[in-house]
């Protein structure tokens, strides 16, 4: 799809440029819809116009949810046992452009 938009051209721009436009708007629509959708007072007031009359949980879930706040109330940041896979995603996705593109960088040095 993006090859055939940037073979597009007229009115004075480029297809690179309508390719930047069309992935802006998409990605701008997305993030709007996501915020509409995913807004949420907390975690246990789901339901809503967007989101369907009933919500995410059903009762016993939500009576759950208050009962034990440490349910609802984790933080990533704080949960060590989580910090091995972040390691792996920083190595493996994070590096992985540096560690493609190192021996060309080390050609041209």
Do not use: N
């Not at 297809?15 to 998409?26: D, M, N, R, S, V």
């Not at 997305?30 to 949980?57: C, D, E, H, I």
């Amino acid at each position: 799809m993006a090859s055939g938009i940037l073979e597009i051209t007229g009115h004075g721009w480029k297809g690179w440029q309508y390719l930047f436009l069309i992935e802006g708007l998409l990605t701008l629509a997305f993030g709007v819809f996501t915020l509409f959708y995913l807004s949420l007072p907390s975690t246990t007031q789901t339901a809503s116009r967007f989101r369907g009359k009933q919500g995410w949980f059903t009762s016993r879930q939500e009576t759950i949810m208050r009962d034990d706040p440490t349910k609802s109330d984790m933080q990533a940041l704080t949960d060590y046992d989580l910090y091995p896979l972040y390691a792996i995603g920083i190595e493996g996705f994070a590096l992985a452009t540096v560690k493609a593109y190192f021996t060309l960088t080390l050609r041209s040095l």
